[in-house]
Structures are given as structure tokens and as C-alpha cells.
């Protein structure tokens, strides 16, 4: 039984429209109070001070001088820090990481948290931790993939298969009559959010404030809970605005935990605010890779095998795996899939979730691979996809719950003007003489739910109360979720009030995996139906309502009043039904996850396909995408005006893979040499022009009550391949790494 | 960040008098302050220069030269009428450098004075010859962006400047004061090459202060052909990888005389004047560009991984004097000093 729309609600009210963001005045004005804005009495700053060595131990710090200077009031070591009541090596949640928080004086990557200083001013702060001059002993470190022993562990990514085969990759390579055989670099990137992670931490008794940016809040507060012995309902996390969030806001860190003893510790709030250069290490990164891709297929252009294999780097005290190798199951028709993943263990930060984490480094790689299929075999690259289209989950032969890629193909490639495409590659010149290219990629991505609730409380006055505690990181979850809450109640936007982003609300899941929408809106749409459903009853057994006796007909709720579904001429405002009943309140709840048996029987997955047009110059080898059109299916888009948004951030994401983002370690000290915005390079606005964003309708009774199927990541995926696929295009050159630079063109 | 005194003179005695060793001059701040911030400077005396009067103008003088304030910003230069019509290729190589906001802070005289963007200058933990004598110099071994030309065993960084390529093509002159009265350091001689003393980066004497930059009168000369062009990882927003300042007067269809000045190849702008003497007297040919450029690498050589920017700096010098042969524009491109500048219908992004 596929699951449905709730029958009383009329989408398309409030859903549907391309509202703008209710929080943007706010933000634009800057009344909007992100975390570090707090600044409750008596506060205190605390600042951490990061390794210069990225293995090894602290021999000296001196304690002496920083706590000697005017204003520090304490300074935290190994030596004297307070004990954790949970061990910081445990996973109490599913987001958990081991994380560095003083336990002891080894160094395992450069940046890890090795002393915490506190004082009345940041000032004061800083120039304590300064002062406490960290004396070491430096042991060799490994950064380098190509100097590590691979390990073995038990799960890719959060807890998926290492390795997944389907069919015979052996007799897929055996019967190729092309095969290809690459291998491909990806970079490590690192969390940068405009927003760099913060906390204000306040005790009262043992109960936790926290103001800080978080992606998923009741599972926060469940961590905190746990390191600091106390239940999880004594944790508030409050978490109104966030600045991104991208994965890594998802996990308790290192920091935050010490910012929290230290208020502890103190007595005092406590403040602490990562500075750019802090977020190179202790708060996730996606992690590098390296992957080799050997593809068969047969005369025709049918895929043999996809024989995908990676390796990526993971630190040496965890074991975040990037998923790369999953990238290229469930989306073409091989006659053999094979995902195998390795990892090295390396002197690094450990890495963790990044927007599309796997899928976009496996897809930037799976997109490029199968381009140069397409050129061994004579042909167009949207042909070689669309040979191998499957119609059914390739490997398990589940049916897709929908799936409208060859739309995808047909508008996108339409809107490019992909037809007029010269085959071989450095044909196309500008009127400026510069070098043009062609490329596309198709974009993928899965769509699971979490486990969310809502409540909904509708008034005697029409309007109503929602809560939840969904999570806003700024991809406007505040106004999409608002529209399905509104929808839901028959209500316009403006008479809910739409209450979320902090604790103490029922549980709105995690804003992640491209599922909060889903996840959180399905459990808005329950609740709000909970109400309509009992104001019905109420209605159909009064028999002074027009709407007496009309419940086997069922109620369509739209502005304030309930219809009979089919006779319009029937209706009550819902004022006049509460008044009549003693005026009292309706309350209603709801939850949403994945209903078991469909997942079972489906496969569901958001898909799309990215055109990128780029230009080059033939002497000088700067890059610039001087295009990019994405047409995406992604089921029910609630706001347009936001979806596409969130699809113009992830392709642009896509542009800052393919050509700039790289943390570049300096093996032989093994830090990060670029440890800031001025090298650590992200696109700016003159590195995006004319993007276009296609959304394909997309009906799927399946994947949720609501049909939707998130547009958070999917952008990402697609892009970076359609982009070294272009730039292949226009040069005729192969660059195997990303992101793609000037040196890599010139010198190959 | 460490401890340090606040000054803030209100005249250019009261300055020169405050200055004792240990201090710095603060003028924008774009890149003091950052250094400051991540331990890789530590004055003990901050003396902000920004309140001096008498430093912001932007004058023609009775000989035809224009006198630039060393307080002047990096905007307001970059839009001065003279400037963009007199010395088109510095109003272009401005506008090619940072972002907006930080040319609305920065000063001339900071920018004359902006330190190098070597990763392990800016890394206090590193050993740097340049901000500590004797340290050794970490980029050795891993720096694969670095100078090609003039660099020593002891250091290997580049001047990140886009300003000074052009200034030191043209000549300038920059005006200082200090303990021992006023004198003028021309442009070439203001940026030393490293050598044995790789911590010693301009001609400025311990307490002095730039009070101003000079252009000759002959500098006005090459406006009809003068390019600045800037080779970036990003389209905007980013240092140099290489760049070239390229100036030239035609006469009958021929140059008579030439400017070339190629930026990031090493400690101090490079000019190149073996290539100047090159094209005068010569007709504008890419065949030409192509010799001359090859004259003003020839001594290139790598400091590590960077062979390809040899390259690269000569691709971009004889693209330069193709667009400068071309002639300068009647207005700086949407996208001043880039390849992709000349893209007809581009949006004023950067
Ligand atoms: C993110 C970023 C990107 C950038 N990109 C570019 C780029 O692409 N191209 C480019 O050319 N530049 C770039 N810059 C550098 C920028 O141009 C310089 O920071 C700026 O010009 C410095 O000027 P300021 O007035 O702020 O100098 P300050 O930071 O105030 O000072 C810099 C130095 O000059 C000294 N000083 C200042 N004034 C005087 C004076 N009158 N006499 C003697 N000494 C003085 C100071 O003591 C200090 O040592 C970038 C900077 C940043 C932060
Ligand atoms: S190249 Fe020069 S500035 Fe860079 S580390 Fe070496 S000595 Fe220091």
C-alpha cells in the first residue's frame, strides 16, 4: 500500500508557492541571533590552543605565564582537566565521533585542542593561550595516502557496506570488448561554513543550556547528556539560526565539550567561537580519496561491469570511511556492480560528513570514467547513459518508487542545446578565441527518512501553534516546513505559528541526508491532520453545523474552513465549529519515518543530469564554467523559490570541487599550509555565471506521505563530473584529480 | 595577540617620533593585523599613520609627474580620473587585486609594503630566514608556487603585489621620511632580492615612513597601450599565480619604446629590461613578444615543483604585450586584468 497524501489536504495553498524566506529581514538586518551573538552575564571566553605538530606529544606548556596573565581565570591540560562522565572514545548517538578533548598529551593531528584557556575578555584569552608556548616531541608524521597501510574495518560511511558486489564483475570484465581502467584523486575539503562552529554553555544545577548551531538537536542534546552524566531532558539546546551546517553540525566535538567543562568548572557561562583557522582539524572534513574505476562494456556501448574500488584517508584514532565506491550503485544498467572500499589511516583530523558525503566524490569520478567510455566507444556521452538507463534498481531489480531521469535528460539536455555538441573534443572557440567545452554527468542521490514528531495545536481565533525542533542551517527549513505545517491546518502561513530550532519541542530529527523536509514535514503533515480529522468529527456530529453528518464524505480543510469533499457548497470556518464546542483548543500530533515495507520493495533515489559549459584560455590554461544547466526530479518541491536555491548551492559546491576547493598538507610537517579563507579556496561570485535549474515534475507515492525527496545534496553530484568532462572537451586533456588547476592543464 | 602600545599621531613629526624598533606603521590593517592575529608579526608598538594629514592626495605637478599620498586607498586610486586615463595599467592592476572591501582599506603605502603570502611565512610554528634570520626556510621543500627568478638557498617567496608591477614598470618613485630627514628610493631599488639577508625585504630604513609614490611624466606616455594581466586560480579575488604589467609607445606602426614587468616570479616586481630594449624600435609581432619573453625568463629557474611556471610566466608576458600592442581599452574590463576580461556582456562581478 503506497502511502498518500493525508485526503483532506489541498496542496498548493501555501506548498508549492515560491514563499521567501520568513527569516530573511531578520538575517538581512542582522536581528537574527545566531549562537555566538549571546552574551548572558557574567560571561566568560574560552579559546583553545591547536597542536603545531601533527604527531607526537606535548611536552610543556606553560601553564604559569598564561595563568599570570591579567584576566585568564583558568587553564585547562590533561593534567588537570576535570574528568568526562562519558568516555569521549564512546558513540552514544548515531552522528558520534571520538573526539580530542584533553584526555591525554598525544598529538594526533595538527590543529587537535591540546590546552583550553578561559578568561574574562577574548583578549585576554588568546594571549594566554599564547603564552602557554607548547613545548613537543615530534614524531614522524603520515599525511601522505601514498606512505599509508591500508586497514581493515567494518563500515563505509555511517554504518554502510565496505563492499557490495552484484552479478559477476569478473565475467563482466571477461566478456568487455572496451574497458577502461582509471584512477582518480579527489581532495580533502574541510568544513567552512560562514558560520564557524560556537557555543555558549550555562549551568544551572545540573541542568545545560547551550546556544549553538546544531543540524540535529535532540540527538545533541542525547550526546552532551551523555558525556556529562546528566538526562538528555536536562540538556536545552537552543539553535535558532545557523550559518551552514553541511554535516559537520550534526557532531558533538572536541571543542564544544571543553567549552561546556569549562562552564562547569567555572561556575560561569562560557563562550567559545572556532576562528577560521580552527576549523582545519577537530570539526570533520570530507575526507580524500583516491579511486580507480574499471568499466567493460560490450560493441554497442552496453555497460559489462562497474568495478569501482576506493581508498580514502581516515584518521588514526577513528574511522569515518568516505563511501566514494556506493556512488556507483543503484544508477546504471551494468550487468555487474562492484563497490570495494579501503582506508588508510593517516595523522589527520578525522573526517566525517560533507554535503553529499560519498556520492560526490564517487559520482565526480563515476561521471568522468564513463566519459572516456563514451570517447573509446565513438559516442555522445548522454547516448552512453541512456544505453545503460536503468529501469529497475540495477543489482536488486527492486522497481524505482519513480524515477523521471530520462525527463531529466531530455529537458536539460533541450535547455543546454547538448544536440549541437561536436563529438571530438577542442572544436569550439568563442568569438574571444577562448577554448570551449561540453560536459554532463548525471546526478544522484538517495533519499532516506529519519524519525521525527510534531505537535499541532489549532485555536478558537483559526489560528495555531506547530512545534518541532527542525533545524533552519539556512536552507529554509523555517519557511518550507511552515508551508506544510499551514497546509495541513487549512490555514494560511501567517495564522501558524511555526515554533522549532531548540530543544524541548517534539523531536524534528536530523537536518541531513537531504531528509528534514521529508522527515519533519511528514510529521508536521500527520499532526496537522490529527486536527483536522478530530475537528471533523466534532463538526459531522453536531447537528447545528452545516457539515452534520457529512463524515463518510470526508472534509477538505482550505482557509480556516472545512469543505465536504465533493459538495463545496457545504462548509463551517472553523471559528464557528470551536465556538460551538466550548471554544476549546484542538490538539493534534504526528510522526514520520520510512514505512518498512515500501523501503523493501522500492528504490528510491533522487536523480537529475547537469550540463556545464566552460571556458578556457588556450595559452594560459585559467578555467572558468561559464554554464551550467541541472535538470533535477525530486519529487514534490514545497517552495521553488528555496529548491532551487538549494540546487544552485549545490552545483556551485559541484564548481568549487571540480576547480578549487584542496586543503594541501605539507607531508613533511604535516599540517594543512592553507589553513585559511585567503588560500582555501571556494568560488566567488565571478566564478558562477549562468546557472539554470530545471526542476522535472515528479510525482512518487512511495518515498513519503508527502512525496518529497530532498534537493539538499543532489546539486553536488553530476556537476563536478559535467565539469572535468568540459574541460576535456575543450582542451582534449585528461586531468585525473580534482579540484582541476592551471599547473595540471599546462604540464599535461 | 600579544600586548602592544596604541599610537595615534596626528601629525608626521609626532609620528617619526613615536617609531622605536619594535614598532610598526598601521595602515589599513589588511595585512598587519592579520599577521598580528596569527602570531606571525609582533610589534610592540602599533602607530596607526592613518590620521596624518597631507598624505591622501592624488596631485599633477608642474613637470607633468603625479604625486600619489601614501594613505591614499587602493579604491580611490583605482578610480581617480588621472590615474585611469594617465596610468591605465595601475588602475587595472588595483582592480585585479583582493576584493573589494580590502582595496576599500588598503593603503598605498601598505601595499607597497605588503609581505609575502609564503604559507610558512604566515605560519608562526614554521622556520622562515625572513622572519627569523638563520631559522632555515620550510617552503624549501614543500613550496611549489614559488620565485623563479632572483631566489636564494635562504628564501624563495614572491611578492604578491599587483600595484607594483606596474609602478616598478613605470618607474616610480617612492618619497620617504625617517630619524635621518627625507629621500627618495626608486622602485627598482625599493624591493630587495634575498640573498644571504633574506629577512631584509625593502630599502626602507629602520623609522622610516613612505609618505608618498611618484609617477614620471614619461610614465603618462604608454597610456594608449598599456596591460596588466593576472593569471588566478578563481576568477576573482585571488593572488597572482603569474602576471605581467606591459606597456608600450608606437610610433608609425612601430614601438619606440617599451615597459614589461612580470609579477609573482620573485621577491621584488621584475622588470625586464633585455626585453624593453628588445621590442623598441621593433613592429609589434607575436614572433617579438614570444623573444622577448623568453629574454626576461632566461635566467628563470625552479625553487621546487614549479618548473611549469615558467611557463606559465612567459605565456602570460607575451600576452600581456599582445594586449597592450591591441591597445588599452577606453574602459577597464568587467573583469580588470583577466584573461576573461574582454568577454563582451560580462557582469561587473569582481
Ligand atoms: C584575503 C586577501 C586577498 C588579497 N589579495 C590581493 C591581491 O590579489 N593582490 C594584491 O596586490 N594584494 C592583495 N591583498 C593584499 C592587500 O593588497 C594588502 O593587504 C594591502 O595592500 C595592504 O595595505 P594596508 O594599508 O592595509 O597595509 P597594512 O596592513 O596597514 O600594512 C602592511 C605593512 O606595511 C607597513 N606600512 C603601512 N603603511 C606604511 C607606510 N606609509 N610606510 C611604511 N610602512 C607602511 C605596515 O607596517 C605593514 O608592515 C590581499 C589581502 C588579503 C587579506
Ligand atoms: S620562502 Fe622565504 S618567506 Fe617563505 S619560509 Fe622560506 S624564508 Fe620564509
Redesign the interface.
Known sequence: MPDTLDPHVRFGSNSGQPVTRRDGLAKVTGTATFAADNTPDNMLYAVFVPAAIARGRVTGLDTEAAAAHPGVTHVLTPQNRPPLQGDPSDKPTMFSFRFEALQDDSVRYAGQPIALVVAETLEAANEGARLLNPKYERLTPRTDIDDAEPYAFEAAGFGLPANTVHGNPEAGHASAAQAIDVTYETAPQYHNAMETHAVVAKWEGDHLTLDMPSQAISMSCAGFAYYFGIPAENVTVRSPYLGGGFGSKAIPTGPYVLAILAARMTGRPVKMMLTRQQMFGPVGHRGQTRQRLRLGADDTGRLTVIDHEGIAATSTFDDFVEPAANASQGIYAAGALRSTHRAVKLDIGTPGPMRAPGEASGSAVLECALDELAEKLGLDPLELRLKNYAETEPGTGKPYSSKALRECYAQGAERFGWNSRPRAPGQMRDEDGLLVGWGMGTAFFPCPMFMAEANATLRADSTAVVETSAVDMGQGAWTALAQIAADSLGLPLDKVDFQAGRSGLPDGGVAGGSGHTATAGGALHAAGGDVIRQLGEIAAADPDSPLYGAGNAGFVARDGRLYVAGDESRSEAYTDILARSGGAEIAGNGSASRAPETAEQHAMNAHGAVFAEVKIDPDLCQMRVTRLVGAFAAGRIINPRLAESQLFGGMIWGISFALHEEARHDHKRGHIVNADLAGYHVPVNADVSGLDVITVHEEDPYVNALGIKGVGEIGITGTVGAIGNAIWHATGKRVRRFPIRIEDLLTS | ???FEFIQPSSVEEALAAWEPGAAWLGGGTNLLDLMK??AMQPDRVIDITRLPGLSGIETLSDGSIRIGALVRNSDLAVNATVARDLPMVAEALLSGA?GQLRNAATVGGNLMQHT?C??FQ?P??ACNRREPGAGC?AR??GDRMALLGWSDGCIATNPSDFCVPLAALDAVIEVRGPQGAREIHVSEFHLLPGDNPQRVTALEPGELILALRLPPEATAFAGHARYLK?????????A?SSAAAALKMEDGRISDARLALGAVAAKPWRAAEAEAMLSGAAPEEALFTRAADAALAEAKPSGDNA??I??AR??A??ALLMAAAGTPARIPA?PA???G???GD?A??
Open positions: 595577540m600579544k600586548r596569527i602570531g576584493s603570502r604559507n610558512y605560519d610554528h614554521a620550510d621543500e614543500a593569471v588566478r586560480d578563481r576568477t576573482s579575488f585571488a593572488f599565480m611549469w611556471k611557463d606559465l605565456r602570460t607575451v600576452r573583469l583577466s584573461p576573461f574582454s568577454k563582451v557582469l562581478h569582481a
